[in-house]
């Protein structure tokens, strides 16, 4: 009888200790209280934005437009283009990654004009990498201004979540104040304009565009791990969009319009609600680079043996 209590208790302890475990773990991985900022503007049909870029025949749009599905597979790749330039502004995606093996590709959600600059080019990215061997993905975010991708500022991040599940918010918030790159509307980097960084601060009218391609050359350790096309079709879903911003007038080249007409200023993001962090969104951000990031520019010297100055004034 003393043998099987004392299985009892042990068996009774581990359970115990699982559920502190399975509890830590659940505290670690979910995310501080932020406000919403995707709830303050319009979400619309993805064909209401956008345009197909490149990759037709592997673009499928679903519910009168409002979804859209993006492929890549041996032959070409897919993406989607906004209908118009726009000077600062809010853009999100509600997307959801191919799940399985997925080594190499790469889903973007981004902001560029490097078809009208191809050589000084701006842009503000979000990219999702299938990394190395692994099933999870891998969040990337980078910035150009009046530069080439030789010159990105790239930071990388663990997610808190299986992005192949279920649909997830990535959001860009583009204003003279700062960059904001949020996921579930968390921040997760804040790019404060001053004058350490203005030289390279994107300030030139940009697309929008959502894309889906092959990242074999670069995406895992320097393409140690390319795309495995047997696996293809892989397939990343979008379920609606969030364009808002100063729309430039293709004719003038002056950013002369907005899609958020009940806004005394031209600018939607403009206000002082969105000039800074709150100290909800403060906390967020800490939480994401304390607990997730995993790699910064600023920290790697073995590419720049002299440090980006922003890097040395944080």
Not at 101 to 120: E, I, K, Q, R, W
Not at 233 to 239: C, E, G, K, N, R
Request: charged share 20%.
């Amino acid at each position: 009888m003393a043998f099987f209590q004392d299985k009892l208790l042990i068996l009774s302890f581990s359970i115990f200790c699982m559920m502190i475990e399975v509890s830590a773990l659940g505290a670690v991985y979910t995310p501080p209280n932020v406000e919403r900022l995707t709830d303050r503007f319009n979400r619309v049909p993805v064909n209401e934005r956008y345009n197909v870029a490149f990759g037709g025949s592997n673009v499928h749009m679903t519910n009168n437009g409002t979804n859209a599905y993006l492929s890549l597979d041996k032959k070409s790749g897919s993406g989607l283009m906004s209908k118009n330039k726009y000077h600062y502004g809010f853009f999100s995606a509600a997307m959801k990654m191919p799940a399985g093996f997925t080594s190499g590709v790469v889903v973007a959600f981004y902001l560029s004009n490097a078809d009208v600059f191809p050589h000084n080019h701006d842009e503000i990215d979000i990219e999702l990498l299938g990394h190395e061997r692994r099933k999870d993905w891998v969040l990337q975010t980078n910035i150009y201004g009046n530069g080439s991708v030789k010159t990105g500022r790239e930071e990388k991040f663990y997610l808190w979540f299986d992005p192949t599940t279920s649909f997830h918010e990535y959001s860009i918030l583009w204003n003279n104040h700062h960059i904001v790159f949020l996921v579930d509307n968390v921040p997760v980097r804040e790019v404060i304009h001053n004058t350490v960084i203005s030289s390279v601060y994107p300030s030139k009218p940009m697309s929008a565009y959502t894309t889906i391609w092959d990242g074999s050359e670069w995406a895992t350790k320097g393409g140690k791990y390319p795309v495995d096309y047997k696996y293809a079709p892989f397939v990343a879903s979008l379920q609606s969009s969030e364009v808002e911003g100063c729309i430039l007038n293709q004719k003038s080249n002056v950013a002369s319009s907005c899609t958020r007409s009940s806004l005394s200023s031209l600018d939607p993001v403009d206000g002082e609600e969105f000039a800074k962090l709150s100290s909800q969104q403060i906390t967020g951000l800490q939480w994401t680079r304390g607990k997730h990031m995993f790699y910064s520019y600023c920290k790697d010297t073995a590419r720049y043996k002299v440090l980006p100055p922003e890097c040395n004034a944080k």
